[in-house]
């Protein structure tokens, strides 16, 4: 068996290592079913090194805004009785381009929003679109909108 091989067998430390993330956020992580280990004789966790795909994979994913629950979702779909091949992967990561490019829109509305407010500093609740960015309310008119109702 050599490093590459996909079914080699690394301790936690090693692995965590090699995945640039704690120990804990592995046990975090296996916990969510997001990761598997199988154990020693000695009830010590042993990862298949197949499994660093998977955590390179819920650290991107993170990093795009899925949540972990999103991430889990995604991660059911790879196959089960086969190490995930490229193209599976890709399969996966194609969800995100719509994701990627909602973000890059809403970055380009703050940005535009932004271009207003340098040299403001007022954050006023009635006019400034970064301090009251997701006022939905704000859409029905001014003031508070969700006060007591007086008969
Ligand atoms: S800081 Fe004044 S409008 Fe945003």
Redesign the pocket.
């Known amino acids: 068996m050599t490093t590459h091989d996909p079914g080699a067998m690394l301790s936690i430390g090693d692995f965590a290592a090699r995945a640039g993330v704690t120990t804990s956020a592995l046990r975090y992580y296996e916990s969510l079913d997001l990761i598997r280990s199988v154990r020693t004789a000695g009830n010590q966790r042993r990862y298949r090194r197949a499994e660093l795909r998977r955590v390179a994979f819920i650290r991107a994913a993170q990093t795009v805004g899925l949540s972990l629950d999103e991430i889990k979702a995604a991660l059911d779909r790879l196959p089960e009785r086969r190490v995930p091949d490229r193209a599976d992967w890709q399969r996966l990561s194609a969800d995100w381009r719509r994701r990627i490019e909602d973000r890059i829109a809403r970055l380009r509305d703050l940005q535009e929003?932004l271009d207003?407010?340098i040299g403001?500093?007022?954050?006023?609740i009635d006019?400034?679109?970064?301090?009251n960015r997701e006022d939905a309310l704000g859409e029905e008119g001014a003031g508070p909108r969700l006060g007591f109702q007086t008969p």
């Open positions: 929003d207003g407010c403001c500093g007022c954050l006023s006019r400034c679109a970064i301090y």
